[in-house]
């Protein structure tokens, strides 16, 4: 069994900074690419940023100069700081783990992210 927990959202005010943590627990034996995806209602959902686990992230254009992913390998902990937030940013924010052997990948629950005024 993986657990994959997100937490850190929240609401903020456009021009406003959140930081997102998600941590990985279970039965594997190290994790390779790490993701965060969002899903706004009416929507599908996206990828926002993924990091391979030597630390190269790659980030969405709407995303890019805004939010910095980075991880923990030691903790199986993933971040995304949030930076410069738009009320388009608001939707529910998702943690996706690739993990090894096998590169069976898992979600987590979701956390809610609004920007609003």
């Known amino acids: 069994q993986v657990q994959v927990v997100e937490s850190g959202g929240g609401l903020v005010q456009p021009g406003g900074s959140l930081s997102l943590s998600c941590t990985a627990s279970?039965?594997?034996?190290?994790?390779?690419?790490m993701g965060w995806y969002r899903q706004a209602p009416g929507k599908q959902r996206e990828v926002v940023a993924t990091i391979t686990n030597d630390g190269r992230a790659n980030y969405a254009d709407f995303v890019k100069g805004r939010f910095t992913m980075s991880r923990d390998n030691a903790k199986n902990t993933v971040y995304l700081q949030m930076n410069s937030l738009k009320p388009e940013d608001t939707a529910i924010y998702y943690c996706n783990i690739l993990v090894l052997p096998g590169r069976r990948d898992y979600w987590g629950q979701g956390t809610q992210v609004t920007v609003s005024s």
């Open positions: 279970g039965r594997f034996w190290s994790i390779d690419v």
